[in-house]
């Protein structure tokens, strides 16, 4: 486990107890389609939180070449690369839902790893908190789609139909390159992309 980091890493209060070990929450596939709806990608995607490849596959569907990488080998993409140790870039855009600790590194990382978009799937509560305010003033924000329903998410697995409803409100965070101005606020449904 990573130590130091930003303060935001150490300060994550979480109990461990209750947290899947590698922060694995794949995304709902509806989540990642709600996106697409809204927003196009100018050249390859690179998704370098792939886990089982839930996020990755939504991506290839509408025809974007995916770059698929984890720390963790769970049968998708190259499995063992630690995403923060990286320095090459794979694709101009990434795509990804970062464990949450990292959420900060993992955009830092990304954002000097790209030359087009970054969109990151978050909790909405990553909008809170001084320190992030200060560091979100320093980055290229451009637009946060809200979940307008609450996405189904799973600890170490996806969510399936009848597992219930999700009870964390989630949004897309969407930094892009050359950006300035106000950040611009928007809803989306998964549901209206199943």
């Given at each position: 486990?990573?130590?130091?980091?930003?303060?935001?890493?150490?300060?994550?209060?979480?109990?461990?107890?209750?947290?899947?070990?590698?922060?694995?929450?794949?995304?709902?596939?509806?989540?990642?389609?709600?996106?697409?709806?809204?927003?196009?990608?100018?050249?390859?995607?690179?998704?370098?939180?792939?886990?089982?490849?839930?996020?990755?596959?939504?991506?290839?569907?509408?025809?974007?070449?995916?770059?698929?990488?984890?720390?963790?080998?769970?049968?998708?993409?190259?499995?063992?690369?630690?995403?923060?140790?990286?320095?090459?870039?794979?694709?101009?855009?990434?795509?990804?839902?970062?464990?949450?600790?990292?959420?900060?590194?993992?955009?830092?990382?990304?954002?000097?790893?790209?030359?087009?978009?970054?969109?990151?799937?978050?909790?909405?509560?990553?909008?809170?908190?001084?320190?992030?305010?200060?560091w979100f003033k320093?980055?290229?924000?451009?637009?946060?789609?809200?979940?307008?329903?609450?996405?189904?998410?799973?600890?170490?697995?996806?969510?399936?139909?009848?597992?219930?409803?999700?009870?964390?409100?989630?949004?897309?965070f969407v930094f892009?390159?050359?950006?300035?101005?106000?950040?611009?606020?928007?809803?989306?449904?998964?549901?209206?992309?199943?």
């Amino acid at each position: 486990m990573r130590s130091g980091g930003s303060v935001y890493a150490t300060a994550q209060t979480d109990d461990p107890a209750n947290r899947e070990e590698h922060d694995f929450y794949p995304t709902h596939p509806g989540a990642t389609r709600a996106l697409l709806a809204v927003e196009e990608f100018d050249g390859d995607i690179w998704e370098p939180a792939c886990g089982a490849g839930d996020m990755s596959r939504v991506l290839e569907d509408a025809g974007y070449t995916v770059i698929s990488t984890d720390l963790i080998d769970r049968g998708y993409g190259e499995g063992g690369r630690d995403f923060l140790m990286e320095w090459a870039p794979l694709a101009a855009n990434i795509v990804t839902n970062p464990p949450f600790r990292w959420a900060i590194e993992f955009i830092d990382r990304a954002l000097m790893l790209t030359t087009g978009k970054v969109a990151v799937f978050l909790r909405l509560a990553f909008l809170e908190g001084v320190e992030r305010g200060k560091w979100f003033k320093s980055v290229p924000l451009a637009r946060v789609y809200v979940m307008s329903r609450r996405v189904p998410m799973q600890r170490g697995k996806l969510q399936e139909e009848g597992d219930g409803h999700g009870v964390i409100a989630f949004a897309w965070f969407v930094f892009e390159h050359g950006h300035t101005g106000p950040v611009t606020i928007g809803f989306l449904d998964w549901k209206d992309h199943p």
